[in-house]
């Protein structure tokens, strides 16, 4: 794919220049651009020269002139510019394989590319990590990464991705710390394959790998309505022997599931350290809810207000919290509703899975002013969910004013309402 404009940033330089959704940057002085990391590389210079070629096919040349690290303000249709470098492993927990049809074509991607993971945090497994790749992340000195581990036996590691290359897992993450290129690493914990002493064994493994190991995340599996195998969930007894095993390990932190799984408060902000596995679901509990600690919240509103939250079953306590907080304002009725997921099936907790019929079958009866879903719940710059019907389409149905919080681990925003 080309390095096509998706959007402009307002004031930019883009803007300035006219640039407009649909152009495509052919080049920077001259070179072609395989990814936002040759972008980001071309961009830091002081006098640089574009070839853009625009919506009705004419090529514009500009000789540029902008500060050393100003960037052009493009907003381009995806991070890589060629063929992004496919998954080639038929994991046994893929949650891709677990889709039926019918959603939107973006999820039935399956990436491993290494340029994705240094720009935008996905998790990749190294097993179609070429030595050129590693050449290149070298000489860039590239990182951190993130990187799927989930077991470090190499006979059970090739059989939980059913590929040969999945047993040079310490091998790959070996090279990363001889070249000081920093990373963190996941564990999908599946029950029967690499949990327990299998666990064990990984997180000893990963414990020897010094300080380019930046953290580890446990996280559970997820099962949805549609496999048709013996995949275990992860339960009670094994979330409880899961946060007893990864204690006894640094860096290694569970998954706010385990603790709801296991009847356990979740930790305080000190367990999670700088939080850097946030968007795998490690801390997303604790963060939202000193971010509500830290509001300063008015004693009352002008008027009578009601709002509700419209939150997955996983994130359910943290909004009762906050609940309980906005209700000590004078005139503010504030109440929470879970929405359970019948697409995917009762083992799939998660916003970022809510499909718009699940959300309109929970908030269709909710009496309130406004009704608050957070960002994550829609597809990145759209108002689209999983299954491809949109916002307004949400609010048709239900007839609710709905406002999305963008900041997925703030409340801050209900302050706007008050």
Same mark, same amino acid.
């Given at each position: 794919m080309p390095a096509t404009v998706s959007d402009v940033i307002q004031d930019s330089i883009a803007e300035e220049l006219g640039f407009s959704k649909g152009d495509i940057l052919l080049s920077i002085d001259g070179e072609k651009m395989q990814d936002m990391i040759d972008y980001n590389f071309l961009c830091k210079n002081e006098l640089i020269t574009i070839e853009i070629q625009k919506t009705n096919g004419e090529i514009e040349e500009i000789e540029l002139e902008k500060d050393y690290d100003e960037d052009l303000g493009i907003i381009f249709e995806s991070a890589v510019f060629d063929r992004v470098k496919p998954c080639l492993n038929n994991c046994i927990f893929c949650f891709v394989a677990q889709q039926p049809k019918g959603l939107r074509d973006t999820l039935y991607v399956k990436d491993d590319d290494y340029r994705l993971s240094f720009l935008q945090g996905t998790y990749i497994t190294t097993t179609n990590l070429t030595d050129k790749d590693k050449e290149r992340i070298s000489k860039l000195h590239l990182g951190p990464f993130y990187i799927s581990v989930h077991t470090t036996n190499p006979e059970l590691r090739v059989k939980m991705l059913k590929n040969p290359n999945g047993g040079k897992i310490l091998e790959n993450l070996r090279w990363f710390c001889n070249n000081d290129i920093p990373f963190h690493t996941q564990i999908v914990l599946c029950p029967d394959y690499n949990d327990g002493k299998e666990l064990e064994r990984t997180l000893s493994d990963l414990s020897s790998l010094g300080e380019c190991l930046l953290s580890v995340a446990i996280v559970p599996v997820g099962i949805t309505q549609f496999r048709n195998d013996e995949l %275990?969930?992860? $339960?009670?007894?094994?979330?409880? &022997?899961?946060?007893?095993?990864?204690?006894?390990?640094?860096? +290694?932190?569970?998954?706010?599931?385990?603790?709801?799984?296991?009847?356990?408060?979740?930790?305080?902000?000190?367990?999670?350290?700088? @939080?850097?596995?946030?968007?795998?679901?490690?801390?997303?509990?604790?963060?939202?809810? $000193?971010?509500? $600690?830290?509001?300063?919240?008015?004693?009352?509103?002008? /008027?009578? *207000?009601?709002?509700?939250?419209?939150?997955?079953?996983?994130?359910?306590?943290?909004?009762?919290?906050?609940?309980?907080?906005?209700?000590?304002?004078?005139?503010?009725?504030?109440?929470?509703?879970? =929405?359970?997921?019948?697409?995917?099936? %009762?083992?799939?907790? =998660?916003?970022?899975?809510?499909?718009?019929?699940?959300?309109?079958?929970?908030?269709?009866? +909710? %009496?309130?002013?406004?009704?608050?879903?957070? #960002?994550?719940?829609? /597809?990145?710059?759209?108002? *689209? @969910?999983?299954?491809?019907?949109?916002?307004?389409?949400?609010?048709? /149905?239900?007839?609710?004013?709905?406002?999305? @919080? &963008? $900041?997925?681990? #703030? =409340? #801050?925003?209900?302050?706007?309402?008050?």
């Open positions: %275990k969930t992860v $339960d009670k007894n094994i979330a409880i &022997e899961t946060l007893k095993i990864a204690s006894k390990y640094k860096k +290694v932190c569970c998954s706010d599931e385990f603790f709801l799984l296991a009847g356990e408060k979740i930790p305080d902000s000190k367990y999670y350290g700088n @939080f850097s596995q946030l968007d795998d679901g490690v801390g997303s509990l604790r963060t939202i809810m $000193d971010d509500f $600690d830290s509001l300063d919240l008015p004693d009352k509103t002008d /008027k009578p *207000l009601t709002i509700c939250f419209a939150c997955s079953v996983a994130a359910t306590s943290a909004f009762e919290y906050i609940k309980d907080g906005l209700n000590k304002i004078k005139n503010l009725s504030c109440t929470v509703k879970s =929405v359970k997921s019948t697409y995917w099936g %009762k083992n799939i907790t =998660v916003a970022g899975l809510i499909t718009s019929e699940d959300l309109i079958n929970s908030i269709k009866d +909710v %009496k309130a002013d406004y009704v608050i879903v957070p #960002s994550i719940m829609l /597809k990145p710059y759209t108002n *689209l @969910f999983l299954d491809g019907n949109s916002l307004d389409y949400v609010k048709e /149905k239900t007839g609710q004013n709905i406002i999305v @919080f &963008e $900041d997925n681990y #703030s =409340v #801050s925003e209900v302050l706007n309402l008050l």
